[in-house]
């Protein structure tokens, strides 16, 4: 869906322009005028406009993020997967970024989360308005950024992606075949995202935002079909050749067990890609096969 601006494309900064906000930068720059910020601009794709700042530097920041933006699209991956790690890129980061804000007060601001947010393990069904309470710091810093996101005094967005695969992103399936992963019968409930569908999700609803329609503040983004790890594993082993398990092989997943509803994505109108794991993981084998 396109951004409609009746005097100028709108001007969005993309906070975090790695592998994920660099497709979303991308999608969003046939329609608008996009900047990439990033320490090392080297992958910001053609046809957005890169900006080398670190976001733990308030005075990069200042200096060099633009002025009057219409969006931001904050999508940050921490740089070490411990609480100081988390800390920085989704509280830190974001403060550091909102206080070097300068100009008109953007539209909407996009903050990328995770449904780790959510602390249910029974096989429940998680949606937008269920309880988050995350056990682990990590999750909590997440939460937390949440909040930030939505004091800003900007409109915010906040999009909970559930796990993310993809052709960039292919370590459960080089896990499955290499025999590195042998998850128990039954096993929990996962979800997941195509990245494609992740990157597709968040330029629609920023589109839907910047033309006036009305949106809600929070989406779930994951796949129609939550599936137990096991049925995913046993599937993909019948469509590419794997290794027997391994001894000391994964017997489980790190996220506990639940099934996060997409309900309120679709009611949006969005369309998914890879509507499922079949969809997402089968076109990967096939791309992979091509490629050998």
């Known amino acids: 869906m396109a951004i409609k601006e009746r005097n100028a494309r709108p001007r969005i900064l993309v906070a975090g322009c790695g592998a994920l906000g660099g497709e979303i930068a991308r999608r969003l720059s046939a329609s608008a005028e996009v900047f990439g910020l990033k320490r090392s601009t080297n992958t910001i794709p053609q046809g957005v406009q890169p900006i080398a700042a670190d976001l733990l530097q308030p005075q990069h920041l200042k200096e ?43 539209k909407r601001l996009v903050f990328i989360s995770s449904t780790s947010v959510y602390h249910q393990d029974d096989d429940s069904w998680v949606t937008e308005d269920s309880p988050a309470h995350p056990l682990r710091a990590t999750g909590q810093r997440i939460l937390e950024g949440e909040q930030i996101a939505r004091d800003s005094g900007i409109p915010a967005l906040i999009v909970r992606f559930s796990g993310i695969y993809g052709p960039s992103r292919q370590r459960f399936l080089t896990e499955v075949q290499e025999g590195r992963m042998n998850p128990s019968t ?23 935002a ?48 639940k099934r996060c509803s997409n309900q309120r994505l679709l009611a949006s109108g969005f369309q998914f890609r890879y509507p499922d794991f079949r969809a997402g993981y089968g076109d990967m084998i096939t791309r992979n096969r091509a490629s050998d």
Do not use: K
């Open 186 to 208: 039954p096993a929990p409930y996962s979800n997941r995202i195509h990245e494609a569908d992740a990157a597709d999700a968040v330029a629609y609803l920023l589109a839907q």
């Open 64 to 106: 060099r993020v633009p002025a009057n933006l219409d969006a931001i699209v904050y999508c940050l991956t921490p740089s070490q997967y411990d609480d100081e790690g988390y800390a920085n890129a989704y509280v830190h980061g974001l403060q550091n970024l909102l206080g070097s804000l300068s100009g008109s007060t953007p």
């Open 210 to 257: 910047l033309a006036g329609q009305t949106i809600d503040e929070t989406y779930i983004v994951s796949d129609c079909e939550p599936v137990r790890l096991d049925e995913v594993v046993s599937w993909v082993r019948t469509q590419t050749p794997c290794a027997n398990p391994v001894e000391g092989a994964r017997t489980g997943g790190r996220a506990g067990s």
